[in-house]
């Protein structure tokens, strides 16, 4: 199976920080990748997809790049409502897995 | 609107068998693969099943190959997970999502409490 490593497992950050969230892969997996994000006592959102594609209602402050085996997740100014735990994901080969998410808390 | 609402969890005892459901709305049902995700509590999401949009094709975690089985109905625009033979580490939150790739929409999951 793929592992995803991603990193930090948490941060905090204030109001209007750029911040920035990383995702390895343990083999390439071109651009079958995802960002998603989980409020506390809700499931998991869809943010990015096919590791760069901005899900639509996602608000434009949250954006995905990479290829192959390293991805990055940035919100480019971070808002209260960003408080959450975020998770990255690989579909290119199954089983499909999950990074072991990152809690990003609002100082 | 897509809405997934998942059903079936509960306490049961170890070795014991459930099945959970879920009911979809808001889309066309049978264009999509459709799959099962858990979360144990305080934890990651572990991906746990999928069905093809016509069940041909089904796959299952290693962690509960032999002892969980995906189906759907889609007259009823439902999927399935029976769980049989459970254990204290399946105990979690279950959520289906729907999507072929990526998973665009998620349900509000459906606890599972494995416990004596």
């Known amino acids: 199976a793929i592992q995803l490593t991603q990193s930090p497992s948490s941060l905090s950050a204030s109001v209007g920080d750029r911040v920035t969230i990383t995702c390895r892969a343990s083999?390439?997996?071109?651009?079958?990748f995802a960002w998603y994000q989980q409020k506390p006592g809700k499931a998991p959102k869809l943010l990015i997809y096919?590791?760069?594609s901005l899900q639509s209602g996602v608000p434009s402050r949250f954006s995905g790049s990479g290829s192959g085996t390293d991805f990055t997740l940035t919100i480019s100014s971070l808002q209260p409502e960003d408080s959450a735990s975020y998770y990255c994901?690989?579909?290119?080969?199954?089983?499909?897995?999950f990074g072991g998410g990152t809690k990003v808390e609002i100082k | 609107e897509v809405q997934l609402v998942e059903s079936g969890g509960g306490l049961v005892q170890p070795g014991r068998s459930l099945r959970l459901s879920c009911a979809a709305s808001?889309?066309?049902?049978?264009?999509?693969?459709m799959h099962w995700v858990r979360q144990a509590p305080g934890k990651g999401l572990e991906w746990v099943s999928f069905?093809?949009?016509?069940?041909?094709?089904?796959g299952y975690a290693d962690s509960v190959k032999g002892r969980f089985t995906i189906s759907r109905d889609n007259a009823k625009n439902s999927l399935y997970l029976q769980m049989n033979s459970l254990r204290a580490e399946d105990t979690a939150f279950y959520y289906c999502?729907?999507?072929?790739?990526?998973?665009?929409?998620w349900g509000q999951g459906t606890l599972v409490t494995v416990s004596s």
């Open positions: 999502a729907k999507g072929s790739d990526s998973l665009t929409n």
């Open positions: 808001g889309f066309i049902f049978d264009d999509y693969a």
């Open positions: 069905i093809t949009w016509n069940g041909n094709i089904r």
């Open positions: 083999q390439g997996i071109s651009s079958a």
């Open positions: 096919d590791a760069s």
């Open positions: 994901q690989q579909f290119n080969n199954y089983p499909l897995t």
